[in-house]
């Protein structure tokens, strides 16, 4: 298993056009609003707060990660977290 690199994987996915990162100068997204629960709401402050992010970045990477594990999936992969030697952990529900 090889490890999985975010930006990378952008860069990659999208022919150097990356969406996640507002830094790269072809930098476009579109707007929408999003209704979410206080719960999910304070998840995503803390995980801001703590990687000194936003929350729409945080949103950004979780839908970049989610493409990925969607498509692994649809190529019979399975999903899951490791330590590095084997799968601790699989990933439902996708």
Same mark, same amino acid.
């Given at each position: 298993? =090889?490890?999985?690199?975010?930006?990378?994987?952008?860069? !990659?996915?999208?022919?150097?056009? &990356?969406? /996640?990162?507002?830094? &790269?100068?072809?930098? /476009? !997204?579109?707007?929408?609003?999003l209704?979410?629960?206080?719960?999910?709401?304070q %998840?995503?402050?803390?995980?801001?707060? @703590?990687? @000194?992010?936003?929350?729409?970045?945080?949103?950004?990477? /979780?839908?970049?990660?989610?493409?990925?594990?969607?498509?692994?999936?649809? @190529? =019979?992969?399975?999903? =899951?977290?490791?330590?590095?030697? @084997? !799968? %601790?952990?699989?990933?439902? =529900?996708?």
């Amino acid at each position: 298993a =090889g490890r999985f690199s975010l930006r990378k994987f952008v860069h !990659m996915r999208l022919k150097g056009v &990356c969406y /996640a990162y507002p830094s &790269c100068p072809e930098f /476009a !997204m579109a707007r929408f609003n999003l209704n979410i629960n206080d719960e999910l709401d304070q %998840t995503l402050e803390r995980i801001a707060d @703590q990687t @000194q992010s936003t929350k729409s970045e945080i949103l950004r990477k /979780a839908l970049t990660l989610y493409t990925v594990a969607y498509e692994a999936k649809n @190529q =019979g992969k399975k999903i =899951g977290l490791g330590d590095g030697k @084997q !799968m %601790t952990t699989e990933i439902v =529900g996708l």
